[in-house]
């Protein structure tokens, strides 16, 4: 099962709906990461979102979003500044506490590493920080406009091309980076730190990467990015950030190695645990790991699929699997095949007579499965027998004939 990404949105002190994406892992989530982008970018930058994906590849769920005025997030980019990029991080770990789990892991990459520094003293539940190609101050974009500052201080403002786009920057921008102390947050961080930065980084100097270093008190680490972009464009440097950084922080999220946790679970055998005292569940086979959870509507973190959707999903793939092995079998030419289905409980007024059984207010069970069956050289009959060969899948056949559950006390 892959990992999920989910659509969000919340709201910042100034009440304006920022938008983000939480990237979930398929199987147990070891704890939630905060990843903050750099100036002007936004959550769906390259770095960002292949950095998020890998994180929850391997068990860190990963919120990204848009700080106010960029990307789908509401607001006036031209009225942010610094501090509003801080705030709006301490909005986004207090929506992760709220609906989720409170963040164990701040990550920034540029401008949003600074941001993340100075964050960390307002996210208690923050146990380790994480910067990629941070500045140590916040006015080291200020070079950015450097041609349009006379401007800036004399008419208030000025139209300011940044990486082939327009923005309106204010004098309150510069002076709001101009007003941060970074080296006091560092210093006062108490937090392990890693640094991660390109010696040949063109954007920002590896010098800013040092003095972070030097603000910083143990535990720290640095990490070389070797001959990495500022922007991270290559699949292999974020997988490379993703992977030293799961290694680097998991002696600090208190997780042990994932098959040391694992129950022991024999072939043929489920057996689910509970991830939390609300419907997230753990799931295991022999081989496999999942999770199941309840919709947000139903008091649930919506982590994973719901019971009915795994039993659905259950009769559309053991579906697909029958008819595929009867394809290849016949040697016949099928290109794709697709199955979807829903559950639903309705009346029947004539189950009574037909012998079916109904609940106590006349309702029964009803699973509708369509079967989309991409095989243009086939004829009508030998898709009407591909047709029939669904319904003698082994699921099917167990769904359909009398089931006996028997329910007894573990150990």
């Known amino acids: 099962m892959s990992a999920q990404r989910?659509?969000?949105?919340?709201?910042?002190?100034?009440?304006?709906?920022?938008?983000?994406?939480?990237?979930?892992?398929?199987?147990?989530?070891?704890?939630?990461?905060?990843?903050?982008?750099?100036?002007?970018?936004?959550?769906?930058?390259?770095?960002?979102?292949?950095?998020?994906?890998?994180?929850?590849?391997q068990g860190i769920a990963t919120l990204r979003f848009d700080f106010t005025g960029l990307g789908n997030s509401d607001g006036d980019f031209a009225n942010t500044n610094f501090s509003s990029n801080v705030e709006d991080l301490v909005a986004a770990a207090e929506y992760l506490k709220t609906h989720h789990q409170a963040p164990a892991l701040l990550i920034g990459h540029s401008l949003g590493g600074a941001a993340v520094l100075a964050a960390a003293g307002q996210v208690p539940s923050a146990k380790a920080v994480v910067t990629i190609g941070a500045p140590s101050e916040p006015?080291?974009?200020?070079?950015?406009?450097?041609?349009?500052?006379?401007?800036?201080?004399?008419?208030?403002?000025?139209?300011?091309?940044?990486?082939?786009?327009?923005?309106?920057?204010?004098?309150?921008?510069?002076?709001?980076?101009?007003?941060?102390?970074?080296?006091?947050?560092?210093?006062?961080?108490?937090?392990?730190?890693?640094?991660?930065?390109?010696?040949?980084?063109?954007?920002?100097?590896?010098?800013?990467?040092?003095?972070?270093?030097?603000?910083?008190?143990?535990?720290?680490?640095?990490?070389?990015?070797?001959?990495?972009?500022?922007?991270?464009?290559?699949?292999?440097?974020?997988?490379?950030?993703?992977?030293?950084?799961?290694?680097?922080?998991?002696?600090?999220?208190?997780?042990?190695?994932?098959g040391d946790?694992?129950?022991?679970?024999?072939?043929?055998?489920?057996?689910?645990?509970?991830?939390d005292k609300a419907f997230t569940r753990l799931v295991y086979a022999d081989q496999h790991h999942w999770l199941a959870d309840e919709p947000t509507a139903m008091g649930g973190k919506n982590l994973g699929p719901d019971p009915y959707e795994h039993l659905l999903a259950a009769l559309g793939t053991c579906t697909s699997m029958t008819i595929r092995m009867y394809a290849n079998h016949k040697k016949w030419p099928v290109e794709d095949i697709q199955v979807s289905l829903t559950h639903d409980r309705e009346h029947c007024a004539d189950c009574a007579a037909s012998g079916l059984p109904t609940d106590s207010k006349g309702k029964i069970d009803i699973i509708r499965r369509t079967v989309h069956i991409d095989a243009p050289e086939l004829d009508e009959e030998q898709h009407q027998r591909l047709l029939e060969i669904a319904d003698r899948c082994p699921v099917h056949k167990t769904l359909t004939n009398t089931i006996r559950i028997e329910t007894v006390a573990g150990d």
């Open 261 to 275: 946790d694992r129950p022991s679970v024999q072939k043929g055998h489920v057996m689910v645990t509970e991830q």
């Open 6 to 57: 989910q659509k969000l949105t919340f709201d910042n002190a100034q009440g304006h709906t920022l938008a983000g994406l939480l990237e979930l892992p398929a199987g147990p989530v070891l704890g939630y990461a905060l990843f903050a982008h750099c100036f002007t970018c936004g959550k769906d930058i390259r770095a960002a979102s292949r950095i998020a994906r890998a994180l929850a590849g």
């Open 139 to 258: 006015d080291h974009v200020a070079h950015l406009f450097e041609g349009d500052r006379d401007e800036i201080e004399q008419d208030g403002e000025a139209n300011v091309c940044l990486a082939g786009r327009p923005f309106r920057i204010r004098k309150q921008f510069l002076e709001d980076i101009e007003a941060h102390n970074l080296a006091e947050h560092i210093r006062k961080l108490r937090r392990p730190l890693l640094v991660f930065h390109a010696p040949m980084d063109e954007t920002v100097s590896i010098n800013e990467a040092a003095v972070i270093y030097q603000h910083a008190l143990h535990p720290k680490s640095f990490v070389s990015l070797d001959d990495a972009d500022h922007l991270v464009t290559r699949d292999a440097d974020a997988a490379y950030i993703a992977d030293t950084l799961v290694a680097w922080v998991k002696r600090y999220l208190e997780v042990d190695n994932e």
